[in-house]
């Protein structure tokens, strides 16, 4: 028997040995081949990256796991409540003779072979409460996790817009400047006929070229951050896109209402709610600790279905135990204290983030509300400068300025169309942060 033990160690010893010398040749240990993403077709909304998102994100699907697995801890609260049962089969023998008197106790002892079925069922009576506060206790960790998965999704939902609204903003970027570009060419183009004819200096050509170069780079620069920008957006969706793809669409930006009615809603925030779930399962931790006062009231039964020997003629059994607890070092009143110490640091932490929840919804609400006026202020300097760009080249041709006054003028309407977009986007990815403060999202 001790070779045989002794060869099948060594058999799986060397087998493991194998595996291990040879990981790069199973299929199970070989590294996962990074797969390109998948190319998605057609228009692509806000709303359409938010679902991509949902089922990319490995952050939600932890997530879901985490709620899944507060289901094992109320199935183990309940087994404190439910108690058990079990069917046993023995066989017992021994080195011993048949006395043939299988009645008596001696013969039953030494009986060659002594088998037994039975059933055996362990019923808890009273645990002090015990159980009832741990079957609470797992269904407020459910409730938890799932705010907490809500929340999460929320979260997920402004990086998606600010990655939708960043890949938007930058391609209009680069397409207004790509007008101011022409709009260079134009002048260059007309200072180069001036100069031929002797009524404009090659300085002033020079100039506007130089000008152009600076256009250039920024326009390189936006270029970047478009393709950036849309690098992240594939990231969060898990799927290949194009900017041309995205489609935005009109909000509504002025529907402020008031901010004591957002603030009204900082209770219902998932994360709020998720704190104040955490707080009932602080709570009944401590009904559990106080459980242990308590005498614990158990009933054990035995039915056999075979049984041999002197005791064949008995069927059933059963034991009733009654512990009561009178001294254990203060363990229990240990116990208590500290469960009350975290019931303490969790109510501490739930009005810390109910006041936090405050704090973001009231600087949301600014935040948006000043993107809304910056927005309005900069469209009426858009088409201040317009017009501006419009007389600068109406005098020009008057000689009643210089180049260099047409040139400052198309450089300041360069800039005052990018802060326009610049705000545009600003505004309508502020105001969805608006809606995530108050946990309101499609």
């Known amino acids: 028997m001790t070779r045989v033990i002794g060869g099948t160690l060594i058999v799986c010893l060397a087998a493991f040995v194998m595996i291990a010398e040879n990981a790069d040749a199973i299929p199970f240990f070989e590294r996962q081949k990074k797969e390109p993403l998948p190319a998605i077709t057609g228009p692509l909304t806000l709303k359409d990256c938010y679902a991509l998102a949902l089922r990319q994100s490995e952050e939600i699907a932890i997530r879901r796991e985490e709620i899944e697995a507060t289901e094992a801890e109320f199935f183990k609260a309940a087994s404190e409540a439910l108690g058990d049962v079990h069917f046993k089969m023995t066989q017992f023998r021994q080195d011993a003779r048949d006395s043939g008197d299988t009645s008596s106790v001696g013969g039953s002892l030494t009986r060659q072979l002594r088998r037994e079925r039975v059933f055996e069922i362990n019923q808890p009576v009273f645990q002090g409460f015990k159980?009832?506060?741990?079957?609470?206790?797992?269904?407020?960790?459910?409730?938890?996790?799932?705010?907490?998965?809500?929340?999460?999704?929320?979260?997920?939902?402004?990086?998606?817009?600010?990655?939708?609204?960043?890949?938007?903003?930058?391609?209009?970027?680069?397409?207004?400047?790509?007008?101011?570009?022409?709009?260079?060419?134009?002048?260059?183009?007309?200072?180069?006929?001036?100069?031929?004819?002797?009524r404009s200096r090659r300085s002033e050509v020079v100039t506007a070229e130089a000008r152009l170069k600076t256009l250039l780079a920024e326009l390189a620069r936006s270029r970047g951050n478009r393709i950036i920008s849309r690098y992240e957006l594939e990231f969060l969706t898990g799927a290949q896109l194009d900017a041309e793809q995205l489609m935005d669409e009109d909000l509504p930006l002025r529907d402020a209402g008031s901010l004591e009615n957002y603030l009204a809603n900082a209770e219902q925030r998932p994360d709020v709610k998720a704190s104040r779930q955490a707080l009932r399962t602080a709570s009944q931790g401590i009904i559990s600790a106080q459980s242990d006062l308590w005498p614990e009231i158990t009933v054990d039964t035995t039915a056999y279905e075979l049984r041999e020997g002197f005791q064949s003629g008995i069927d059933w059994d059963v034991l009733l135990t009654i512990d009561v607890p009178l001294f254990q070092g203060g363990e229990i009143v240990g116990n208590i204290k500290e469960a009350i110490t975290r019931k303490k640091k969790f109510q501490l932490s739930h009005d810390l983030t109910k006041r936090e929840a405050e704090l973001d919804i009231k600087k949301s609400f600014q935040t948006w509300l000043t993107a809304v006026n910056r927005y309005s202020t900069l469209k009426e300097a858009r088409e201040a400068s317009e017009e501006n760009y419009d007389l600068q080249k109406e005098e020009y041709e008057r000689n009643l300025v210089g180049n260099l006054d047409v040139l400052e003028a198309l450089e300041s309407l360069n800039q005052t169309r990018r802060d326009v977009n610049d705000a545009l986007y600003r505004m309508k990815e502020n105001y969805w942060g608006l809606k995530v403060s108050v946990g309101d999202i499609p």
């Open 131 to 198: 159980a009832f506060a741990a079957i609470n206790a797992a269904g407020a960790l459910r409730k938890q996790r799932s705010e907490e998965r809500k929340r999460a999704e929320q979260l997920l939902f402004l990086d998606v817009a600010k990655a939708f609204y960043a890949v938007l903003l930058h391609k209009k970027d680069v397409e207004i400047i790509e007008e101011i570009e022409k709009l260079f060419q134009e002048r260059i183009q007309e200072l180069n006929d001036r100069e031929s004819i002797g």
